[in-house]
């Protein structure tokens, strides 16, 4: 494909030009929230009595008002499924009112079972306190959510759980309003949401940044969804699998206040996406997997790093989506994509790459791409290396599409196990397309090249695998200083049952330590 020059590229540097957000946005985690609260009857000063023992078995709701450390006794268990109403239908209520020092904490360490026709645990917190949950057993709130979790006020609000669904949502927290302090979720077994979010978490501007640690999560809409408006990081980590059925596995978005956003996940499903990360903050955006990420309509790994932002980090397994990887770095620093596994986009690019950063690093293993497999653009005082370990090909574009506009070096290493090529057969097909106006191209070659290559500027072209150029033309856009240095096999023709014609064009010099073909 032919490169594409800093012109076109105004849009990246817009904060919002990123794909469509997940089904169910921050504004309207809070609003709903909000309205649930108050619709309750739960507003400032109005608390029902507590009620129920924590000792036994109930099938009412189990009402308890903080401050306090409310332990549940061995033989605990609450059950209210008979019950539909939002009030009647909750198992648990815990509620912290406004003028509460000290914290509110609920335990359970004798794994009981919560169930509530509506929620399985509601927690509100408008003190100037901490509030806790945390839960050994299995959670349901079957119409509702299994936790839902809003701190108004207060110094943090933290859940430590195992397994919990809810009909809609598996765990919401917020932490909005004046509510101060970090927001932490952690589970260890099974978190669902049946027609929303698995994990949906909120962090609002007084705030001290999101920990989400999570096994397996499975959503309706999105599997993991965070929010942060709040100083301080927003940090995912899920070790088993997640899932998102019509929305995105993984959702991260920091804003502007924070201080950066970090993944590090197994395996991730996602129909909208499979891991989405946006940084908006002063810090780092890192994304790791160790499994397979899939989409079946989005991107694989998406990236998206603001104009106050450093480094942009992706480390990968195996990614499938429609691209596989695309990164857009509006920030300082370096984007470093590392992937060991098999990167495939299925309509677009493998991996693509746009930065307005410094340098840009990219070694991968395989990478499939329906148009370029490997695209990279980069747009500021950085260089640019690429290095393949394994087998990169494009369907209809090119291997490799790098632009570079800087003065420094443009360096791509086909190792000595990697192949690359393009079975694209448009006039701005290739196997590398490279340009860099201002700098230096470099390319060596240890491994196989297939098809023809075209490098502007000043470049050198040392072979010391395999290249085979048969019936292709070669573009290397003489200027006094490109280069063929051949150490290895050049094969201009391979098929002995048609005419071919392969050429070498606009190039100042052709070394040849080696034999040819």
Known sequence: MTNTTGTTLAPLTAPFAQPKRPRKGNALLLGTALGFVFGLGYGRGVYAQDQGTLSGTNNQTVIRTGPGTFETQNGFSVDTSDYSSVGSGTAIRITAPVGTNADTTFSDKYQSGITGGYDGVFALNEGQAAMSIATSGDVLGQSSDGIFALALSGSGLSITTTNVQGGRTGISASNAGLASGALEITTTGLVAGVSEDGIIAYNG????????????????????????????????????????????????????????????ANNVTGEDGGAYAVNLASGALEITTS?????SSGRGVYAYNGANTNDLTITTNTVQGTDGIRAKHAGT?????????????????????????????????SVEGSDDAIRVENHNGGGTKIEITGDVVSQIGDGIDTYLDSTQNLMITISSTASLETFGTDIDDFAIEASAPNGAIIVNNFGTVTGRVNLSNSNTFTNSGTWDLAGTTSDFNANGSSRVVNEGLIVAADDSAVSEISAIDNLDTFQSNAGGT
Do not use: F, P
């Not at 499994?291 to 989409?295: F, I, Q, R, T, Y």
């Open 205 to 264: 501007t007084d705030g001290t940044g999101i920990t989400i640690k999570a096994r397996d999560v499975t959503g309706g809409t999105n599997g993991v969804a965070a929010y942060s408006l709040s100083a301080g990081a927003l940090s995912i980590k899920t070790s088993g699998d997640v899932q998102g059925n019509t929305g995105y596995g993984i959702y991260a978005r920091g804003a502007v206040a924070s201080t950066g956003v970090a993944i590090e």
């Open 291 to 295: 499994g397979d990420v899939k989409s």
């Open 333 to 365: 620093g370096t984007v470093s994509i590392t992937t060991d596994g098999d990167v495939l986009g299925v309509e677009g690019d493998g991996i693509y790459v746009h930065s307005l950063g410094e340098n840009v690093e990219i070694s991968t293993n």
